[in-house]
């Protein structure tokens, strides 16, 4: 007895005597806690405040009249708050989170796990691909984390969510990177890219680290798919490339992100396509339209061609392969390989924003137009890209209804086609068949892909 005794002190010293990472399974098997002392400093809590406008109506929530009278009653502010986390990222506090924790924010205090605060502003920040960079103010000194290659992630390696699910406080969970490539399975705005874990990401987590055994951030945990608001672990972090260009075009002065843009439309291959176009296997975006001045059609691919890989990554849907792209960033060659009239081609094709010309020639009407206070754009590759308009479409963008337009229920991104039967390219037109109009005014607009015929009395 005396001898097993001994034998379990011997092999417990070298435990006590060096605390690190756990780096083989016996290691992992002792619990994770000299990687959650490295890496939990550097997640915050991130609290935001916005005000929005709410309009006072008695027949809010009736199934029927609330549609009716949208716009009747009175207007008067409300604050909401939003809780979230976030990741810090730099010494001088630049910080990670998802767009939803701060979108439209006006106030937004971060919290550290001792507790200090710093109030913090956004400086770059993308709905679409739910993120936004922070800055916190008078910060120095900070605890932060190093972003992975999350080109190098693999399936079944083991991860860390932290976050501050639900309030209640820092809270690490464990689970594995479970899949890799995940496109169009995101909820809310997010549309992209995504590692999957079943690593429990709840609500308050948005925001916070996935971390690998190095306590290095691999991706920023965004979203859970559910049916029944628990986590059933399968939950999606933004992959920390993508954080990377984010920091990258935060740092060089930008507000708005910009990604690449590729001036296409296309879809994935499947078995069937792939064997009408007498391909090995499924794989790959078919192009089935290009714009003139896209980049793609500057070096010679055009509708029929197959995209197969982004830079050596395979890529199978079109929200992965603009993924790739935004990974390379603005000013980049990247290397592609296509399916050409029908042979393997490679080419490097320049990663440009989508180019703002010709010009806008934005306007706004005046109050002696039928449409008054209305502000109205030409159509360029930047404006298509701006409202996801269609490639090839023609006509003028609605930028601001006004109030008038806001009344006749036009939106933002509405692309006017016809007025009182005359066609519509230019801002120019617009202004003159407007000034034109008789007491009745038939306009046809295209939204969403769909012909809309709207007639009003000035």
Do not use: C
């Amino acid at each position: 007895m005396f001898r097993l005794i001994a034998a379990l002190v011997l092999l417990a010293l070298p435990l006590q005597a060096e605390t690190r990472i756990p780096q083989s399974q016996a290691e992992i098997a002792f619990g994770f806690a000299p990687l959650v002392k490295q890496a939990a400093p550097a997640v915050v809590n991130i609290y935001a405040k916005r005000v929005v406008e709410v309009r006072e109506s008695p027949f809010m929530g009736d199934p029927f009249f609330q549609n009716l009278f949208r716009n009747q009653g009175r207007v008067r502010p409300k604050v909401q708050n939003s809780l979230g986390s976030g990741v810090i990222l730099s010494e001088d506090g630049i910080l990670v989170t998802n767009y939803h924790v701060v979108g439209l924010a006006t106030d937004i205090r971060v919290q550290l796990n001792d507790r200090r605060e710093y109030s913090a502003k956004v400086l770059l920040s993308d709905q679409e691909s739910d993120l936004a960079i922070l800055q916190m103010q008078d910060a120095s000194d900070m605890p932060y984390l190093h972003l992975r290659d999350s080109e190098s992630v693999e399936v079944g390696e083991l991860v860390l969510a932290i976050g501050n699910p639900f309030g209640v406080g820092q809270t690490v969970t464990s689970g594995i990177v479970s899949g890799l490539a995940r496109s169009g399975t995101a909820t809310g705005n997010a549309r992209g890219y995504f590692l999957q874990t079943d690593a429990p990401i709840n609500p308050g987590n948005s925001g916070g680290a996935l971390v690998d055994v190095n306590g290095d951030l691999v991706g920023v945990n965004t979203s859970i798919l559910t049916r029944s608001g628990g986590s059933n672990g399968i939950g999606f972090a933004i992959p920390s490339a993508l954080v990377s260009q984010f920091v990258e075009q935060a740092r060089a002065g930008g507000t708005n992100f910009v990604r690449p843009w590729a001036g296409m439309g296309g879809q994935p291959v499947d078995s069937d396509l792939a064997e009408t176009l007498g391909l090995g296997r499924p794989g790959g975006v078919l192009i089935s339209e290009l714009h003139e001045e896209s980049p793609f059609a500057s070096k010679g691919l055009q509708a029929g061609d197959v995209i197969l890989e982004v830079e050596g990554q395979p890529v199978n849907a079109p929200a992965e392969m603009i993924y790739r792209m935004s990974v390379a960033g603005i000013g980049k060659d990247v290397d592609i390989l296509a399916i050409m009239g029908g042979e393997p081609t490679s080419v490097r094709v320049p990663m440009i924003a989508a180019p703002d010309t010709p010009d806008r020639e934005e306007l706004t009407t005046t109050r002696k137009s039928a449409l008054p206070e209305l502000t109205i754009s030409n159509i360029n590759p930047a404006v298509i890209a701006e409202y996801n308009l269609p490639l090839n479409i023609v006509g003028v963008v609605v930028t601001n209804p006004g109030k008038a337009g806001g009344r006749l229920g036009l939106r933002p991104g509405d692309v006017l086609r016809q007025i009182d039967g005359t066609e519509i390219e230019t801002t120019a037109d617009a202004k003159s068949a407007l000034r034109q109009a008789s007491r009745s005014v038939t306009m046809e607009i295209l939204r969403g892909g769909q012909r809309i015929v709207s007639r009003f009395r000035i």
